[in-house]
């Protein structure tokens, strides 16, 4: 879940945002950059598919020597590709700053994947990052959102928690 000065910070950047905006334009809600963020930091951290299966279309030699034939099944697990040491320090920490323009230059271009990649990748992905935008920030505008307990994950088709969403929504107090 959102921690909450990350939660605040996305706040205040919507609610500032709609002083010169009267709307949830598609303008609107690309120039909500650090609510970008925060959506690819839990992305990053619980990926809605986090693993996808892939037929080997031709052989591979890894550098050990051994051999992956064609027609082999492959299975990507995208949680554990999304929290490798060796791209993201402290990778089980919340740090929405970890996809700041600076942040992703040098990093492998296929280790942050949660709507897969190349040719298999999601076509609705900027549709579905706009969505997540436009609801999140109605859900900002007007309500806090915390957590009663942490949720146990488990994977069936898409990630979901087996305890329950264990959220709670506070109205925000306008002014």
């Known amino acids: 879940m959102l921690h909450y000065l990350s939660q605040e910070k996305a706040y205040r950047e919507v609610s500032d945002a ?3 905006n009267t709307a949830f334009t598609i303008e609107f809600l690309n120039n909500l ?3 970008e963020r925060v959506i690819k930091e839990v992305l990053r951290l619980y990926p809605s ?3 996808i299966g892939r037929e080997i279309s031709k052989d591979i030699k890894l550098p050990s020597g051994y051999l992956i034939p064609a027609g082999s099944i492959a299975t ?3 949680g554990g590709i999304h929290r490798n040491k060796k791209y993201y320090k402290k990778p089980d920490q919340f740090d929405p700053d970890r996809f700041l ?3 992703i ?3 492998h271009p296929y280790s ?3 709507f897969s990649a190349g040719s298999r990748n999601c076509i609705g992905q900027k549709f579905a990052m706009l969505e997540m935008k436009a609801s999140l920030c109605h859900i900002l505008l007007n309500y806090e959102i915390g957590t009663t307990k942490d949720p146990r994950y488990g994977m069936l088709l898409t ?3 087996s305890n329950g969403q264990n959220v709670w929504l506070k109205p925000r107090k306008t002014a």
């Open 112 to 114: 942050y994947v949660p």
């Open 76 to 78: 990507v697990v995208i």
């Open 159 to 161: 990630l979901q928690s």
């Open 105 to 107: 230059a040098n990093r």
């Open 18 to 20: 709609l002083i010169a």
């Open 49 to 51: 598919v986090p693993m």
């Open 33 to 35: 950059k650090y609510l």
């Open 101 to 103: 323009p600076e942040n």
